[in-house]
């Protein structure tokens, strides 16, 4: 445990200086409520959610671990492993919807889910977000979950 320890503070001060340097979350909406929501829906310690400006794919808003967040996971489609911030600078950016499941481990005990889309009511802003362990819903649903997060958090404007 000591080894973690001494990476966790630098990386700590650079999640700061990053969120400092972030596009702000658009007014009005609170971001306690907004993480509440989505930690509600589908939280998890190894699921991470990105927001971000649809046309740059700046970031906005972020839920889950830097380690959550870092970890490359078999993109489910063909061999290649992907992280969500790899998905959000590819089709996150273009708005893209994307809803993918796979196993994530070779013995099949572990599953690895996508979901990538524009934040509903927002057009301006892109999420996308990855789940993986033993019981992970299919992305489709992850992404269910999240569009409905979100709304509950104050981002998506209520239909």
């Not at 989505?38 to 699921?47: Q, Y």
Request: hydrophobic residues 40%.
């Amino acid at each position: 445990m000591s080894l973690i320890r001494p990476a966790f503070g630098p990386l700590a001060a650079l999640a700061v200086l990053v969120a400092a340097c972030s596009p702000p979350l658009p007014s009005g909406v609170d971001s306690n409520r907004l993480q509440n929501a989505v930690g509600d829906a589908v939280g998890d310690p190894n699921t991470c959610v990105l927001i971000a400006e649809a046309g740059t794919g700046r970031g906005v808003w972020r839920y889950g671990t830097s380690r959550a967040c870092g970890l490359a996971w078999p993109a489910c489609s063909g061999t290649e492993v992907r992280t969500v911030e790899q998905l959000m600078k590819t089709a996150g950016r273009e708005g893209a919807e994307i809803w993918a499941s796979c196993p994530s481990h070779a013995d099949r005990s572990r599953t690895v889910a996508w979901a990538a889309g524009p934040v509903p009511g927002r057009p301006e802003l892109v999420f996308t977000a990855v789940m993986e362990g033993p019981n992970t819903p299919p992305g489709v649903v992850l992404g269910d979950k999240l569009r409905g997060a979100l709304e509950r958090g104050g981002l998506s404007p209520a239909s």
